[in-house]
């Protein structure tokens, strides 16, 4: 499974736009980048995945180079309820184990 | 829609004693199943994962084990908790041929005293 690469932690005040990058320079060809949220005592909540390129959703924008050695998670004019720990994960579904990795996140807190 | 209920919420036991929480998953057939554990301010670390009734797979060595005797029920067990056993413990699931996106359940918080 591919290591990856994320800040410990992240400061922000509401409204601004967050990026928060990740690096998976082992990512293998089958392998997705899928990014996890997860409040305090609750369990991680799925928020976006991509394979290249970009991708968007209702909550965020994920951006991948074309090497995919990195990616990008994008919040946009984040809420004091956006503060919470992101997870990176790389993963491949193709062999059948469905495992993911996950790391100890960027903890992302959203100042008033 | 598919929902996963984790039971009890909290608990708290003595070192030695035995364990067992459940896991079990609504609207959805064979489901993958996962167990996780989080020590305080840490990262989820993946203890097992079932992909059928019956297959276990375990990714740590350790006093924890798992079963699974129905489609949609994960339970995580053990003989003799220790205080290291304390944590978050989280079931997920995930389903279809080419996904890993897992969905979580709310957790069950152990307190080894």
């Known amino acids: 499974l591919a290591k990856t690469t994320q800040p410990i932690s992240m400061d922000s005040y509401e409204g601004q736009e967050v990026n928060i990058t990740c690096s998976h320079n082992n990512i293998a060809t089958n392998d997705y980048i899928t990014w996890y949220q997860q409040f305090p005592s609750q369990g991680p909540r799925f928020i976006i995945q991509g394979y290249k390129t970009k991708v968007t959703n209702e909550v965020a924008s994920l951006f991948i180079p074309a090497d995919r050695k990195s990616s990008t998670l994008s919040l946009p004019r984040v809420s004091l309820s956006d503060t919470a720990v992101y997870y990176c994960l790389v993963g491949d579904s193709g062999a059948g184990s469905y495992q993911l990795t996950f790391g100890k996140g960027t903890k992302l807190s959203v100042i008033p | ?113």
């Open chain 2, 1 to 113: 829609s598919q929902t996963i209920h984790q039971w009890p919420a909290t608990l708290v036991q003595p070192v030695g004693s035995p364990l067992s929480l459940e896991c079990t998953v609504e609207g959805t057939s064979n489901p993958n199943l996962y167990w996780y554990r989080q020590a305080a301010g840490r990262g989820l670390q993946l203890l097992f994962y079932s992909v059928g009734i019956g297959q276990i797979s375990s990714e740590v060595p350790q006093n924890l084990s798992a079963s699974r005797p129905q489609d949609r029920q994960f339970i995580l067990s053990s003989k003799k908790l220790l205080l290291s056993d304390s944590g978050f413990y989280l079931c997920a699931w995930s389903g279809g041929l080419h996904t890993d996106t897992q969905y979580f359940g709310p957790g069950t918080r152990l307190t080894v005293l």
